[in-house]
């Protein structure tokens, strides 16, 4: 097992201007379960390569425990990949398909039987070695896909989307599974998606990325309660945060109606270059549904509401408006979620009116949408 370092890691490909990976500094702990995320295009898989040695490095160090890899062939490096298109063999028994790897590397047959069983038990697999993919489920593949990782019983796992074939029921399953068979094998995994919810349920700490920068690295719990900057703010969670820029008045931000009180400490951080605003978050959760007059309430006229069962949402704008004051979510920027009552929810051309949560809102700064100390 190993530890895994990104040290100014950046990957510039041909022709282009703007790095794909911009000077990614990350440490991986030795067993970790670290998941990379962000939308599409912010580098994911770029950084994922490079650690597989199939991307160059630009500049910047890769080190795999205390190795440093950047200039060692990808065979080399002791790393078993999962790619989204996992194309197992189709005329090999999954057996073969597992054990392929192996037998390239000239392992005698006995001992690449012995790991192939081993790997197939821990995976579900064993009454399956003998049949072909065709015979097998989405799911049941997928497993075969990462066996032919385990049976390597390499220093790293790196897992490119390797869900995102499966439905969304099988996915939710799989990742259950892949999750509790990391922390089984102990074997340091760098896991890659797009998807928030995943990052979350899976990851040890997670790594948001934005055109190819790292914005923040912590335990799902930090990036939920404490997201370092807007972007983070908007990207972690679902329903996505609330967020809305809006005048600070005498120490206030003014919200509707209504003004929300600032901190002294949050005042004195807001700079020249916020022009007298300030960002605001608040998660739908974050937000109790009250009489009319309520102090610090503002007015949400409701456009929908999404019953859920357990859970239901208030989509809504924000009612009596000033101009220039513009309050969204990370989800959608012109409508406002609010959890409300299942039991008793509103109905659609409702108003509610609504107060922040004591000690659950976030502040950035309007400029730079760095969060701002409270
Ligand atoms: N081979 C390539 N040549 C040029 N640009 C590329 C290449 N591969 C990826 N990119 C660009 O690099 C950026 C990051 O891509 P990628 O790492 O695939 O993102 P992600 O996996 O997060 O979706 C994107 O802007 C993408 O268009
Ligand atoms: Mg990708």
């Known amino acids: 097992m190993a530890t895994v370092t990104f040290d100014h890691a950046t990957r510039i490909y041909p022709g282009t201007e703007r790095p794909a990976v911009d000077a990614l500094n990350l440490e991986v702990a030795d067993g ?15 950084s994922l390569r490079m650690l597989a040695g199939l991307e160059d490095v630009n500049s910047g160090r890769i080190l795999i425990g205390d190795r440093d890899v950047t200039d060692v062939q990808p065979k080399d490096r002791d790393i078993a990949m999962v790619f989204q298109n996992y194309a197992l063999y189709p005329h090999m028994s999954v057996a073969d398909n597992m054990g392929f790897a192996l037998k390239i590397a000239g392992k005698p047959k006995k001992e690449i039987r012995e790991r192939v069983e081993e790997a197939a038990k821990i995976l579900d697999l064993s009454e399956y070695l003998d049949r072909k993919p065709k015979a097998l489920s989405g799911g049941q593949r997928q497993r075969v896909a990462m066996g032919r990782a385990i049976v390597r019983q390499p220093q790293v796992f790196l897992m490119d989307e390797p869900l995102s074939n499966l439905d969304a029921k099988l996915r939710v399953q799989t990742r ?9 094998l102990g074997v340091t995994t760098v896991y890659v998606t797009h998807d928030q919810t995943e990052a979350l349920t899976m990851g ?11 914005q923040q690295v912590g335990t799902p719990r930090d990036m939920y309660d404490r997201p370092a900057n807007v972007f983070v703010a908007g990207f972690i969670g679902s329903p996505a945060m609330n967020l809305g820029t809006f005048s600070i008045k005498d120490g206030h931000a003014t919200l509707g109606d209504a003004a929300i009180p600032l901190t002294r400490t949050t005042q004195e951080a807001v700079t020249e270059a916020d022009k007298g605003e300030i960002t605001l978050g608040f998660r739908p959760e974050a937000l109790d549904v009250v009489s009319e007059g309520t102090d610090g309430s503002f007015a949400i006229d409701v456009n929908l509401v999404e019953e859920l069962g357990s ?6 704008e924000l009612a009596n408006r000033k101009e220039a004051e513009a309050l969204g979510s990370g989800e959608d920027d012109s409508q406002v979620i609010v959890r409300v009552d299942p039991r008793t929810p509103p109905m659609k051309g409702d108003r509610i009116h609504v107060v ?4 659950q809102k976030h502040v950035f700064s309007a400029a730079s949408g760095e969060r701002l100390p409270e």
Do not use: H, N, W
């Open 311 to 316: 859970d239901a949402f208030v989509y809504g």
């Open 204 to 214: 040890d700490r997670i790594c948001v990325m934005k055109l190819g920068v790292l």
């Open 176 to 184: 259950t599974q892949i999750a509790s068979l990391q922390r089984r």
């Open 32 to 46: 970790e379960f670290l998941v990379l995320v962000g939308p599409s295009g912010c580098g994911k898989s770029t």
């Open 356 to 359: 922040i949560r004591e000690g």
